[in-house]
């Protein structure tokens, strides 16, 4: 292991970037100046940031750091999607401890690295600060769109169809298993979790994708939606900002919420209700999305892409119906300043 | 005091946010969606992100969060200034434990505010998030600038004269002073520190401006430096990232370095190297920057700029040259994990 400190910041800095080569036509000059440049012709400029905070949205006692650092970018890059964008440029920024080593650091860089190679973003800024108090991961994506093509909050319109991507509540209980068997392997030096058969839930949580794949499919199809967002504080907060951002009500049905077999099996083993690990899990990054009522039949036939609802008129509020029929108000999640899920 | 639990996530960043509006015609869609949608048209796009971290980058003992949140907009302005460009869209992203109120919160973000209208820059991200561990600020600064007046760190010319904006060390000493009265009024309630005649050290320290005004004369007067950089680690680090970034040594001369009279004396009552101070001081954000040397004339009749040194070839290296001849070698300031200056 090496000290960081022996290193100095801007040796550190070098050893993380001297390899860094950037490839998109928009990257002018990425790394090594006061500010990257970019060239966007004719586009719209997307720009999107985020923090990711130690104890908060990750715990290095089972995620590692090459895994902390793909789930970073594809974070960062799910906001660009979620604009109906293309995510082009990384920066990234580290507030680092002395209980980090430089090996530790070109971990983390080498998760960033892996996801900017594969969703095809250069990275354009490193900067490397030191921390009291454990990490700080700061990534900020710059992306394009075009014009008429910006997909905001804002759009939904009533009787538009509302439709998510992938599945929810997954990487909610992977995180539920990653914390119980934490809490079962404490103080156990010889303690092997058991994650057979939950592959899934573990990859979700540490691993989360940004879908790019989607994104890609509507434009195969020429389908705009009327209003996107990327699921990062679960389904339920994240249809109220449509709502609300759009002037609109909803209605979804919890038996079209999507749900894989193995989120469904471990919240029966946790005793929780599956449909609230769905609604409010978070961190799914899934697309929810609205487009026009004309759309139903396009739409049910695409793989991975599920109608869950459609928008109302305000006055009518925003509901979840229950199996049974019955009409639940949604509500945001609670927050509170140390239990942020996401 | 207002928790932030009692508002929420949702509730506190309405209350942060929706009295904010946009001027310019480059911020197409700020604050409120997955990410701001920005329009630069036949302009290089500029994006510069930092982190400021507690205990690192700012003691709440003696600074106000108001002036918190101007600094970290003024940091991430200066980046912007440093390539030449002109500051436009300011995203803010921060991590905040239970210790601070919703009241706490509005001062930052006050800050933020003052510094962005001074500057003629739109609020286009705000991100709130929960931290176990004090308040961490991540700042996003997006600008514009012609596509041939974008000026690197990496086009100095061996005979390019070097110059420096402002005056040097101050920040740094304005950071001692506001150390050792902290220390001296540890435990007494009733201390009141005694900051008469040290102002502008303290303004330095807490409440930096980034150099929009030299770049704005610089446009005026059609002088486009050949290679530019913020100070924010101090003179000697920034002289040796400009000289290894162009491939060139360079001379600066130890009585040409700008240095206010209260950085001077208070060097003096602390009996520390004033020269030392104004080197390796760091925050002072302000430009250095290099011109061709048939500016010489010109450069030397701008009040608030003044001329340190030139350009070499890479051989001769980079020297400070004493007062008395002696020609010492830069040396970039150490950094270890917990004691980063900037």
Redesign the interface.
């Known amino acids: 292991m090496t000290?960081?400190?022996s290193l100095?910041?801007?040796g550190l800095t070098d050893r993380l970037t001297s390899h860094i080569k950037t490839s998109n036509p928009s990257t002018?000059?990425g790394i090594?100046?006061?500010?990257?440049?970019?060239?966007?012709k004719g586009k719209?400029?997307?720009?999107?940031?985020?923090?990711l905070?130690?104890?908060?949205?990750f715990d290095l006692t089972y995620v590692t750091l090459k895994l902390l650092g793909y789930k970073a970018a594809t974070v960062a890059f799910?906001?660009?999607y979620?604009?109906n964008?293309r995510p082009k440029?990384l920066?990234v920024?580290?507030?680092?401890?002395?209980r980090?080593s430089v090996e530790d650091m070109e971990a983390l860089h080498a998760g960033v690295e892996y996801a900017c190679e594969k969703y095809g973003v250069d990275i354009?800024?490193v900067?490397i600060?030191?921390?009291?108090?454990?990490l700080?991961v700061?990534v900020?994506?710059?992306?394009e769109?075009d014009?008429d093509k910006?997909v905001?909050?804002?759009q939904a319109k009533p009787s538009d169809l509302i439709c998510v991507s992938g599945d929810l509540g997954a990487a909610y209980m992977g995180l539920q298993l990653l914390e119980r068997e934490k809490a079962v392997g404490r103080g156990d030096a010889g303690f092997t979790p058991d994650f057979a058969g939950k592959e899934y839930l573990l990859e979700r949580q540490l691993r989360p994708e940004a879908r790019k794949d989607i994104i890609e499919m509507l434009a195969g199809r020429r389908i705009v939606p009327t209003s996107?967002?990327?699921v990062a504080?679960g389904l339920a907060?994240e249809l109220l900002h449509l709502c609300r951002?759009s002037g609109v009500g909803c209605i979804v049905y919890e038996e079209r919420i999507p749900i894989d077999y193995q989120t469904a099996t471990m919240a029966g083993q946790f005793n929780m209700n599956l449909t609230t690990a769905a609604m409010n899990g978070g961190e799914d990054y899934e697309l929810l999305f609205t487009v026009p009522l004309s759309l139903h039949e396009t739409i049910r036939e695409i793989d991975g892409i599920r109608l869950i609802g459609h928008i109302c008129e305000a006055e009518s509020g925003a509901h979840l119906v229950a199996r049974d029929g019955t009409y639940i108000p949604l509500a945001?999640q609670?927050?509170?300043?140390?239990?942020?899920p996401a």
């Open positions: 000290e960081i400190a100095g910041k801007f002018i000059r090594g100046d006061d500010a990257a440049v970019l060239e966007y719209e400029v997307l720009v999107a940031s985020r923090l905070l130690e104890g908060i949205h799910s906001n660009i979620a604009m964008g440029q920066l920024s580290t507030g680092v401890s002395k980090f354009a800024g900067n600060t030191s921390s009291l108090t454990g700080t700061g900020t994506c710059t992306g769109a014009k910006v905001y909050r804002s996107m967002i990327a504080d907060s951002q945001a609670g927050w509170t300043a140390t239990e942020d």
